[in-house]
Structure formats: C-alpha cells, structure tokens
C-alpha cells in the first residue's frame, strides 16, 4: 500500500514513518520527476526531521511497488545516489 504525505499536516506522520527505517519513498522533484529514496537515506532518514513538507512524497515497503506506481503514474524516477547504489 502506497501512502502520500503532501501537506503540511502530513509532517508529523511522514517523520514517525521515516523514523521507522524501514521502506522507501518517492520524492517529488518536478511537475514530471521523482526520486527514490530508503526511509534510512542520509537526506531524509531517521533522526533527521523535516521542519516542512514542501514536495509530495509517496511511501511504501517496497521498491517495487513504488517502482509499478511511478511507471503507472508516468513519473520519470531517478534513484538517490546516495542511499540506493
């Protein structure tokens, strides 16, 4: 199951999800661009909360699922190169 955190209120829960460390999420980069990420990636991951939700981000336990999702949406992906290798 893919969950969207999009706006402001979304904050809190996206943090405790990140906090988890376990999944993957997309961050939305532009109007036609996304990026994956793991809930650990050093940008986003755990112990580093967000002070805001500025960019849509889709979560969910597996890569592909977020993979299917993206292709399905028309989403260009790239993968962080930090955290997916």
């Known amino acids: 199951m893919i969950k969207l955190f999009w706006t402001q ?3 809190d829960a996206f943090n405790i999800w990140a906090g988890e460390g376990t999944g993957f999420y997309l961050n939305q980069r532009s ?4 990026m994956l990420h793991s809930a650990t ?3 986003y991951g755990i112990g580093d909360n967000f002070e805001n939700l500025s960019k849509s981000k889709w979560a ?3 890569q592909d699922e977020l993979n299917e999702w993206a292709m ?3 989403w260009n992906q790239i993968l962080c190169k930090d955290c997916l290798k």
């Open 9 to 11: 209120d979304d904050l």
């Open 31 to 34: 109007r036609e661009e996304v």
């Open 41 to 43: 990636c050093p940008h």
């Open 60 to 62: 969910a336990e597996t």
């Open 72 to 74: 399905k949406n028309g």
